[in-house]
């Protein structure tokens, strides 16, 4: 079984919808058991890492949004590609590209904090790709 831990968050009425990509059959079970099986299992997700991430697709943490514990090289796979504006690191740090499979570093490397607008950290606005916790 794949064990990449590749989050993706939806705002929903109730909260926030966590759809798990890159593992389709802890999906399939949350889907049968309902959401307190999907916390459960998200709270293990956030004993065990070491790196967590929310990117948006505009500034101050407004649009579209995605929250990864783990490297992304490729964010098309995400409808993210070319779209983040803002960004909360809320765990380790994390290094972004401006191409796919972390080519092209920005030479940036940032902890945990706020970012309401990538530019003011020395990123591109809506041209990141991929990034890593390094
Ligand atoms: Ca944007």
Known sequence: M???KYLISKPTTKGY????????TFMQ????????LLFKHLSKIKENTMAAIVLFTD??????S???TNSVPNLSNFNLNDT????K???GRWEFYRDTDFQNSYGVVLGPGDYSWVENVGIQNDNMSSLRPV
């Open 2 to 4: 794949n064990t990449e």
């Open 17 to 24: 919808y966590f759809d798990i990509r890159k593992n389709e």
């Open 29 to 36: 079970i949350a889907r049968l058991q309902g959401l307190n």
């Open 59 to 64: 500034s101050d943490f407004q649009g579209g």
């Open 66 to 68: 995605g929250t990864f």
């Open 84 to 87: 983040i504006s803002s960004f």
């Open 89 to 91: 690191i809320l765990d």
